[in-house]
């Protein structure tokens, strides 16, 4: 059935909105009323320029309410979500033991000249991020995180060598898609080696998400707000189907 | 508002970190670096790339390394050349690039005469002192903290737009951020570039035109706006020079930092933080050291005494560069987690420890980044509790806190909102400090207490087993790195006997003759 709605201010589907932006424009009459045009021909009327803010010679920042005219299908819309059960830390240590007889070695890094660990660290470090323990604290997991600014090929000589059962892939610099052609790069080197099926692939990071990673050609993605629980919960799930499937 | 701190463990975290420091300077003084010699020859005025963009600098040194014998230093060889020829360095190191000139034949112990360089390494100091006479005269003493922003666009003509916007706005310190991955770079690249990730390349020309850029705004501004870029790195000691001549104003510089966070092996970063840090001093360029990082990759309650700890060490490495206190831009951050109650008064404590304990160092303190989400109105809210804990505590290099960080490299009108975040709290909380008094026996006083005391037991610990033992352990940041392995040990090597850098000699020399 069909649910179509607009964004929600305080009544339903009053549709209204509230946008940010600067224009190449000096503060002044003419620049607040391009603003007002520029939200209309967003699709937002009775629009209110509440808030007009010289940043520099020729540039205006505005804050500016009113109501979006568009509607969308929330029934047609489909998103796609790492699809299995999500369990906590003890669960997970249960699940590799009954599973595998053996413990699982995750190896992680930031790849490429990404220099930030902020992302690998908060679900590998010890201490994890956000009260939630990283993989390092798990019973049953092998947890190798290789830090910063690691060449696929470097991770690559490293996941073999260690037997990795999982590979990490944290990206956080995303300017000019810098972040899409080294995760590319890293699956063609998979391919290239015949390695895609040793290992199960996941990548993660602030502008990251599942159907990014599936088109890319990893297991999955993971962006903000998920912790080294919801990492290894698809991880463990994953080899145990490629086990079954074997 | 003020601690009441216990003066003798100060004194002996100094002397703890005195002999620590001390320790590596043995092994600082024993040895140089491909990056120190290159250096040199910037200062001996070499500049230019050949066809293939290869710096000149490095031309000669893989030139020397391969035909001669890089121990003697390059000083060795350039200044035999200039005896045997009508050369300048610039026309040797061109005609070494097109072989038509081979060093090798000076690779004997006969003496150098190294004073026939000294016309040439006095030329480029005078550019130096002239950049440093320049500055003297803008700069005026600030009761406030200097605000402090990023441009990180890639291209160094909107980093251009972008810094001057955030001039105008009110910010005094522009720091262009590098390009991700130019630390690893054994290179220094050349010319004005428009291609970066995440940041801009680190080159002469651009470090140039920011500064002609932010010249021309300190004028109609009437006030002048500082310009930061980072020595650090593979190329430290030869962008602390390229800083010195374009007249940078302070620079990035931890003498710990590469080590652990880009695994540069960590004799390489020793020797040549220690050579930048000579230059910075002479140039009078503040350096800003870079303890806040451990806190985004440890916790920043429980690991607040390795900062602590590390400004004392990078206090004292500063000091054997005869640096003066006044250029010691201690690092620390406001990273302490938001779900942790009486957050704000824990911070306080650390920001008024590291305030009390360098009295005259312009402390650099940064703002959230590691538990910003993407929530930009909580984000807002965390970085006006840093902005008052900054001016409360007096801080001098305040780092401004953007509302997306986490999000996307700043836009223009994020940087604005930081701007007046910070103004509002800086006119808000002017003279609030003065006005309160700290609780003896409080949360604030025992914090400050308990972190020193562990900064205190960290310090003897490392001056007792070495600071290669240390970072071997792992102590600080939780990253472990051993002294045979990392970046750049290849470029490392044992003085020959007969071993000169002429440029430290007289830097030292012009530094202690000041004192």
């Given amino acids: ?154 991770l690559l000589e490293a996941a073999v060598k260690h037997q990795a059962d ?21 699956i063609e080197l998979l391919e290239a080696e015949h390695k895609r099926d040793d290992f199960i692939v996941i990548i993660g990071g602030a502008r990251i998400n599942h159907s990014l990673a599936k088109e890319l050609g990893y297991d999955a993605g993971f962006g903000p707000k998920k912790f080294a629980f919801d990492v290894a919960s698809f991880a463990v799930q994953a080899l145990r189907d490629k086990k079954k499937n074997v | 508002m003020k601690l009441i701190l216990d003066q003798n463990t100060i004194q002996a975290c100094r002397e703890a970190a005195e002999k620590i420091a001390l320790d590596i300077q043995n092994i600082i003084d024993d040895h140089s670096t491909v990056a120190v010699e290159r250096t040199i020859l910037r200062m001996l005025g070499i500049d230019g790339i050949n066809a293939f963009d290869i710096p000149y600098v490095n031309l000669v040194v893989e030139h020397i390394q391969t035909h001669a014998d890089i121990t003697k230093g390059v000083a060795h060889y350039f200044a035999k050349a200039i005896e045997n020829t009508d050369f300048s360095p610039q026309q040797i190191a061109e005609k070494i690039a097109s072989n038509a000139i081979d060093l090798s034949i000076y690779d004997n112990e006969k003496p150098a005469p190294i004073h026939l360089l000294t016309p040439y390494l006095e030329n480029t100091e005078r550019k130096i002192l002239a950049q440093k006479a320049t500055r003297d005269q803008w700069t005026t003493p600030k009761t406030l903290p200097d605000k402090y922003v990023i441009v990180a666009t890639g291209n160094i003509y909107e980093d251009i737009e972008q810094a001057i916007s955030a001039a105008k706005k009110g910010a005094d310190i522009i720091a262009v951020i590098r390009t991700t991955g130019q630390s690893l770079l054994d290179y220094v690249p050349y010319g004005a570039t428009t291609e970066g990730f995440g940041g801009t390349y680190a080159t002469q020309e651009n470090f140039r035109l920011m500064r002609k850029a932010l010249d021309d705004v300190s004028k109609t501004e009437n006030r002048y706006i500082k310009l ?81 700890a590390s400004q004392f060490i990078n206090e004292q490495f500063a000091k054997n560069a005869a640096m003066k206190e006044e250029l010691m ?14 957050s704000f008064s824990y911070e306080i404590a650390q920001a ?4 009390q304990l360098f009295p005259n160092a312009p402390l650099k303190y940064m703002p959230p980044t590691k538990h910003m989400t993407g929530d ?39 940087r604005a909102q930081a701007l007046n975040n910070a103004n509002y709290m800086y006119k808000a909380f ?8 700290i609780e003896e026996g409080g949360i604030i006083d025992q914090r400050a207490k308990s972190v020193l005391n562990d900064a205190k037991k960290l310090l003897d610990t490392i001056a007792e087993e070495g600071l290669f033992k240390t970072l071997e352990k792992g102590t600080f940041a939780g990253v472990s790195r051993s002294q045979t392995q990392g970046k750049g040990l290849d470029g490392v090597f044992k003085k020959h006997q007969t071993y000169h850098n002429p440029v430290i000699d007289r830097m030292l020399k012009a530094l202690k003759e000041a004192t």
């Fill in chain 2, 329 to 342: 831009g201690l690092g620390h951050a406001y990273e302490i987690d938001p779900n942790i109650e009486n």
């Fill in chain 1, 1 to 154: 059935m069909a649910k179509w709605m607009r964004p929600y201010g305080d009544t339903m589907n009053d549709g209204k909105i509230q946008l940010s932006f600067t224009l190449p424009l000096n503060n002044n009459a003419h620049g607040e009323a391009c603003a007002k045009a520029y939200a209309e021909a967003l699709n937002i009327h009775d629009v209110a320029v509440v808030h007009a803010e010289t940043l520099s010679d020729g540039f205006t920042f505005y804050v500016v309410y009113g109501t979006a005219s568009k509607q969308i299908d929330a029934a047609s819309i489909k998103a796609t979500e790492v699809e299995t059960d999500v369990m906590d830390k003890a669960t997970i240590e249960t699940f590799i033991e009954t599973h595998f007889n053996r413990p699982l070695t995750f190896i992680g890094a930031s790849t490429g000249t990404d220099a930030h660990t902020v992302g690998i660290d908060a679900i590998m470090n010890m201490k994890g991020y956000s009260g939630h323990y990283g993989l390092e604290r798990y019973k049953n997991i092998n947890a190798i995180n290789l830090g910063s600014q690691v060449d696929n090929e470097a």
């Fill in chain 2, 228 to 308: 930061v870029n980072y020595a650090s790195g593979l190329c430290m000691p030869e962008i602390a020079a390229m800083g010195a001549i374009e007249r940078l104003d302070m620079m990035l510089n931890d003498s710990l930092y590469g080590i652990i966070f880009r695994d540069i092996n960590m004799k390489r970063t020793f020797v040549d933080q220690y050579f930048s840090r000579v230059i910075s001093a002479f140039a009078h360029i503040t350096i800003n050291t870079g303890e806040d990082n451990y806190l985004t990759t440890s916790d920043a309650y429980d690991h607040a005494h390795t900062v602590v």
């Fill in chain 2, 430 to 437: 002017k003279d609030f400090a003065d006005e309160i008094r």
């Fill in chain 1, 166 to 186: 999982v590979i990490l892939i944290s990206q956080t610099v995303t300017q000019k898609d810098v972040h899409i052609q080294n995760l590319t790069a890293f």
């Fill in chain 2, 352 to 355: 008024q420890l590291s305030r």
């Fill in chain 2, 376 to 414: 930009i109105f909580k984000g807002t809210m965390q970085n006006t509790l840093f902005n008052i804990a900054s001016v409360v505590t007096k801080q001098n290099i305040h780092l401004l806190g953007m509302l997306t960080e986490a999000i996307h490299t700043p836009f223009m009108s994020d």
